[in-house]
């Protein structure tokens, strides 16, 4: 029986590895599409056209955007190595996190490393305001999902290798070991666990390209 | 077996309004608890300490918040009239567009709102590609969930509002006659059953509103 998957990605798209993890922790055979997000593919824009961005799944040539909405849609189409928990409650708590995560958890550290002086400030504050509760939830757990691997600990992942390539470029501490234990031996088990440690995308690219953006804010906030 | 069901919430916030037309829905029986919001009761801030909003709900005392993940919980426990579709694909279209209206389309309608003089045609032209966007997704049906109110009709029930506050904003966002088949759906949420039952009185949200906003409109 062959099933067509594909998966619409960049190289660098923290939000795409989430698939791409999602995908091999389940053993799914997919094709990847790559894509030049300055030069976005007509299949890109067919597939998304509302936000016409990456990740896009593509399931028997029918497309799913929003990679949270992915990572369900694999969960319950593909049921071995479950992501989500299977009680109702826990399930509830684990879509909590994804969305802590998304709203305010990455927002806070993007700010940390996209802004400069009281802004700057500011977002660090409340990073560590949010990466608090997280530390609370990791009490007891190995990971996010327990002793496995699990659909929190995908949405939060990128943090594992985002954050210290954050911190290489602007200089700053952002997860003090001392002040966040819990939550820095998770991005160290995150990040070396089998499957996630064969995907990251190369650092040094991911520091040139990083440095880039920071680069281009500093010029166009400074030029205003 | 009496199940303790909770739900800490506001007449006058749209969130809390989907998860109450999801429990009338489900004939699932719930103590309301209303809360003022500028006077947050402990409870509250107990079992949300982190984003210290309504709706929150209580199931054998155990909280949830955020509305749309509270409807997964119902949905998932009480399986009878199912909200989400059964089919995963179209459970992902529902999750999908319901991330839309309140990611995209909520955003928006704030921006027209706050909006100084010179931003504010822009602001409504990006408002109203939107929700145009978003009526293309009824396509002929009668609901997003088809024959009957699904996951995206209830989380749809902020445009519902809109197009029942915005007099009270001087506002024409929802002009139906640039979104008649919109508009018709808001009609046919708006006359459903369970719904009916769940929305605050015209009247009151109108005033509601326009106190709420006085701030941002300033004198007329």
Known sequence: ?224 | MAEEVKLFGSWASPYTSRVKVVLKLKGIEYENVEEDLSNKSPLLLKYNPIHKKVPVFLHHGKPIAESLIIIEYIDETWKHNPILPIDPYDRAMARFWAKFIDEKIQPAVWKTLLAGENEREAAIEEAHQLLKTLERELNGKKFFGGESLGFLDVAGNVVVWLEVSQEALGMNLLDKEKFPILHEWCQRVLDDDAFKQVMPPKEKLLAFTRARFEAFLGPK
Request: hydrophobic share 45%; with cysteine; charged share 25%.
């Open chain 1, 1 to 224: 029986m062959g099933e067509e998957v594909k998966l619409f990605r960049t190289w660098s798209s923290p939000f795409a590895l989430r698939i791409v993890w999602a995908l091999k922790i389940k053993g799914i055979e997919y094709e990847t599409v790559f894509e030049d997000l300055s030069n976005k593919s007509p299949l890109l824009l067919q597939y998304n056209p509302v936000h016409k961005k990456v990740p896009i799944l593509v399931h028997n040539g029918r497309p799913i955007a929003e990679s949270l909405v992915i990572l369900e849609y694999i969960d319950e189409t593909w049921k071995q190595g479950p992501l989500l928990p299977k009680d109702p409650y826990e399930r509830a708590m684990a879509r909590f996190w994804a969305k802590f995560g998304d709203d305010k958890v990455l927002t806070s550290i993007w700010s940390v490393f996209i802004k400069q002086g009281k802004e700057q400030e500011e977002a660090l504050v409340a990073t560590m305001e949010n990466l608090k509760f997280l530390e609370e939830e990791m009490k007891g757990k190995k990971f996010f999902g327990g002793e496995r691997i699990g659909y929190v600990d995908l949405a939060l992942g990128c943090l594992a290798n985002l954050i210290s390539i954050f911190e290489e470029i602007v200089g700053l501490k952002i997860v003090d070991e001392e002040k966040l234990p819990l939550f820095y031996s998770w991005m160290q088990n995150f990040a070396e666990a089998p499957i996630i440690r064969d995907n990251w995308p190369p650092r040094d690219k991911m520091i040139v390209k990083f440095q880039a953006l920071l680069d281009a804010a500093i010029a166009s906030s400074s030029s205003s």
